[in-house]
């Protein structure tokens, strides 16, 4: 290998029914999908396989789904090359498959840990309630004014929580913040203001109720040594002590996604290839948005496996 690289795995949004079916009956993803099965006390292979979507979709599946697939799709690629990354990150849900990747947490751990998470989340703020929408062509800094002068008209919660790369950034709050924020952003020169569709405003302060459960549930767990170091959302952070681990997790429910930050951290590290472990290719663009040094490839499916290993030499 010529380069030394990253591997990032990505939150929900991006899951398909079907998603892993490429891998046809692959040893390492046929015993993640066993393990994931046994640790739900459910069939998580037919579920991705077959869905239905609206299943795929719901929060509380989605984010135990996507650590299953993003751990099955890495193990497959250990196996299949036995190179493993300098450094790995995740985009929000995927900070904990990162952790897995790393053994800082076995997937047995992580994956109730995940579904608790969802469904304190989900359960913080009532669907329909809160909103989440990106904001494309402006910078980071007049997005968080814009949705402070939002946030004072309407007298709503909005605020910035996903800074993606240095041309969008999500937005979330209230559906009324998010909706005022949305048309003032569009005023002041935003190109679009796109509502996404999730069930909570995720990474606002409206979840700060579900942090607090899930600090609860973070104390009982058992964060183990680091096999390859992970760079946290919330202060683009490398630690190793349990305790900073636990906290980091905390403030991530929260807390804003500084994925730029990330990005800029891996390529000060002298890396500059980064391998999106995941089934679209959300991360590998942005990061290309990051640094335009970058290079980068994504690794779900056998022939993504093999033109990763190209980029790599």
Request: hydrophobic share 50%.
């Amino acid at each position: 290998m010529s380069a030394s690289f990253a591997f990032v795995f990505p939150g929900q949004g991006s899951q398909t029914v079907g998603m892993l079916d490429a891998w046809g009956d692959h040893p390492e993803v046929r015993r993640t999908l066993e393990e994931a099965s046994v640790a739900l006390g459910e069939d998580v292979g037919a579920l991705i396989k077959n869905g239905p979507k609206e299943q795929l979709d719901l929060t509380t599946n989605t984010q135990p789904v996507m650590l299953t697939a993003g751990i099955a799709c890495y193990r497959a690629w250990l196996a299949e090359t036995g190179l493993k990354p300098a450094v790995a990150a995740g985009h929000s849900l995927g900070e904990y498959t990162a952790l897995v990747a790393a053994d800082a947490l076995s997937l047995a751990e992580a994956l109730p840990l995940v579904r608790f998470r969802a469904q304190a989340m989900q359960e913080a703020v009532p669907v329909g309630v809160g909103a989440m929408a990106a904001i494309l062509g402006l910078d980071a800094a007049a997005v968080r004014e814009v949705c402070a002068a939002a946030a004072q008209a309407v007298g709503e919660a909005v605020e910035a929580v996903n800074f993606n790369d240095p041309k969008q950034t999500v937005i979330a709050g209230t559906k009324a913040g998010v909706d005022k924020a949305c048309e003032m952003l569009k005023a002041a020169g935003a190109k679009r203001a796109l509502p996404l569709a999730v069930s909570a405003p995720f990474h606002s302060s409206l979840m700060k109720p579900a942090a607090e459960r899930l600090r609860e549930r973070l104390v009982a767990v058992d964060f183990k040594p680091m096999a390859i170091p992970v760079i946290n959302n919330i202060d683009v952070g490398i630690s190793a002590d349990a305790d900073a681990l636990r906290d980091a997790l905390y403030r991530q429910a929260f807390g804003p996604v500084r994925w730029v930050e990330i990005v800029q951290a891996i390529k000060a590290r002298g890396i500059s290839h980064v391998i999106e472990c995941g089934p679209g290719k959300v991360l590998a663009g942005l990061a290309k948005r990051v640094d335009a040094e970058i290079q980068s490839a994504t690794v779900f499916d056998p022939a993504s496996l093999a033109e990763a290993r190209t980029l790599l030499g």
